[in-house]
């Protein structure tokens, strides 16, 4: 290739990275300028698992064209108002993270201000997504503001194979094509380092312009090729194992993912249609692998329907997402462990962030450093939003939650901890994923109260605010009553948004 200009991108990985990215490029690159090819090992297969989502997913569906009624279908799939958290701040303690926001801002001062100030109820009386989760209802949001259903807000749930075999299907409809084989050798330009060509076993040979590499954790390109680096981030999150089982469904699907912690770690439960996905996330230095998987089977509510599989991870990023002409998605450019659904959402960003800067002739230096310094950011802010929930904890029964609680943590992360314990300030930064209604939910629902509140809100009298408070609850209440049982609105053939 003289002019260097991209004509043909090769995904590595069939995985759900590799799908959502073949799924983006292909419709969104001109077919007739540049062509993509797949390459997966049925052989090798992919992790597996990865079934909760946060909310930017229906953005995805919306650019991809997907048809949620239809993605629910075939992937039977659930809708998530976010996520329970039973047992981290302290054992028998549980709270709500909801997607949406808390109550209604006024006079321009946040609401959670308001609540500060005369702690009229519990903060989650005023969230919709978390009263209707609790009572196990689910509507789409209204369009119109003044409909308290407007404050609803949900993600997906779905079979993580599916849902790679489903935009695997409309990746092929754009024009993916679609290798089966395993990679046995990665070729570089002896002079630039980029990578030129893919050896299969089986002798055949896929040169390629640019490589997304989504090859999992072991990042066959990124890493096994180029050598980039990994920031090691265990000494923060120090999860390294999961093991998964999938349990039959015995009751109506909640609209939630639930993690409740553990001794050394914490489970998840994903309700699906068809079955309910189950795991156990903790960390090896102080639990081992028997003891948490007898652990995980002891917890659940109901028959296995497969074997648990055992899976290892270090949690961290790849120092560089973009190296050379090789760009990591998915596992291979890192992980933040699954505590808050964010990895589907970073491979999105990673493939959003690079449509934005897709070369337009020979890849450009410059567009590489804001890519990588992007994606930095974004990991690094998901990665403090994890910290918090193990840091801001009054758990000391075992080693493990003694060992989280005096951790030293990033001061970004410190810092805010610090500026929400003084007055409940909570100061979003440029490109952040995580709103304040989620920072507000995990660091009072771990017990991080602050000492005061915005001193704008006692520009108010009490007793209106207070009367005012006590409507918005009232509304919350009678919204959420209102609203069709989950397992109702999944059952309805046409679920209308809006
Ligand atoms: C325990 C756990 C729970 C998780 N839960 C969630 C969750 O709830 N929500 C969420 O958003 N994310 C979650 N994740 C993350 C999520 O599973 C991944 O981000 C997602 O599945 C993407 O994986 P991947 O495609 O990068 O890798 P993989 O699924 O590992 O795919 C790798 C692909 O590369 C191919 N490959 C590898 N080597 C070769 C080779 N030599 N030749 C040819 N092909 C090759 C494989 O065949 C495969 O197709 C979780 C992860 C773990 C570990």
């Known amino acids: 290739m003289s002019d260097g200009a991209i004509r043909h991108v090769v995904v590595v990985g069939g995985g759900t990275a590799g799908w959502m990215a073949a799924a983006m490029l292909s419709s969104r690159l001109p077919r007739e300028r540049t062509r993509v090819t797949l390459v997966e090992s049925a052989e090798i297969g992919t992790v597996g698992v990865g079934e909760a989502t946060i909310p930017p997913i229906l953005d995805l569906n919306r650019l991809l064209g997907i048809d949620e009624d239809e993605l629910i279908r075939r992937t039977h799939g659930t809708y998530k108002l976010g996520i329970e958290f039973r047992d981290w701040g302290a054992i028998g303690q549980r709270y709500f993270h909801p997607f949406g926001s808390y109550g209604a801002d006024i006079g321009g001062v946040a609401f959670h201000h308001h609540w500060l100030r005369l702690r009229e109820g519990e903060l989650a009386d005023y969230s919709l997504p978390t009263v209707a989760a609790e009572a196990g209802r689910f509507a789409h949001p209204a369009q119109d503001p003044r409909d308290v259903r407007s404050k609803l807000a949900y993600a997906l749930h779905f079979d993580a194979s599916l849902y790679a075999a489903f935009l695997g299907e409309r990746a092929i409809a754009d024009g993916t094509e679609r290798v089966e084989g395993r990679i046995v050798a990665v070729e570089r330009d002896g002079a630039s380092g980029d990578v030129t060509r893919l050896r299969l076993a089986d ?32 000494r923060w999150l120090p999860m390294d194992r999961a093991i998964a089982v ?14 409740t912690a553990g001794a050394a ?41 497969a074997a648990p599989r055992r899976l290892r991870f270090t949690t961290g990023r790849r120092r560089r997402a973009w190296n050379h002409n090789v760009v990591a998605l998915g596992l291979a450019s890192g992980f933040i462990e699954p505590l808050e659904s964010t990895s589907i959402h970073l491979v999105q960003q990673g493939v959003q962030t690079l449509m934005s800067l897709f070369p337009r002739g020979a890849i450009e230096p410059a567009e590489v450093a804001q890519y990588n310094r992007l994606m930095q950011r974004d990991y690094e802010q998901v990665r403090d939003f994890v910290i918090l929930h193990y840091k801001q904890t009054a758990r000391d029964d075992t080693p493990f939650w003694r060992m989280a609680a005096a951790m030293a943590v990033p001061d970004t992360l410190a810092e805010r901890m610090a500026l929400f314990a003084a007055n409940g300030r909570i100061v979003p930064e440029p490109g952040e994923l995580f709103t304040p209604t989620s920072w507000a939910a995990v660091m009072l629902g771990q017990g991080l109260s602050p000492r005061g509140y915005d001193g704008q809100a006692d520009l108010y009298p009490e007793e209106t605010m207070g009367a005012q408070l006590r409507r918005m609850a009232d509304l919350v209440r009678r919204g959420a009553a209102a609203l069709p049982t989950h397992a109702d609105y999944l059952a309805q053939p046409q679920r209308a948004s809006g």
């Open 265 to 305: 770690g914490w489970r998840w439960r994903i309700p699906l249609q068809h079955r309910t996905g189950n795991g156990h996330v903790y960390c090896s230095r102080f639990l081992d692998d028997d003891t948490a998987e007898r652990q995980l089977l002891d917890a659940l509510d109901a028959p296995a329907l």
């Open 246 to 259: 999938p349990t039959e469904r015995i009751a109506p699907p909640v609209p939630f993912t639930r993690s």
């Open 203 to 234: 002798g055949r040979a896929i040169d390629g312009d640019l490589f997304l590499d989504c090859s999992g954790f072991r990042g066959l390109l990124i890493e096994e090729a180029l050598g980039t680096g990994y920031e090691d981030w265990s």
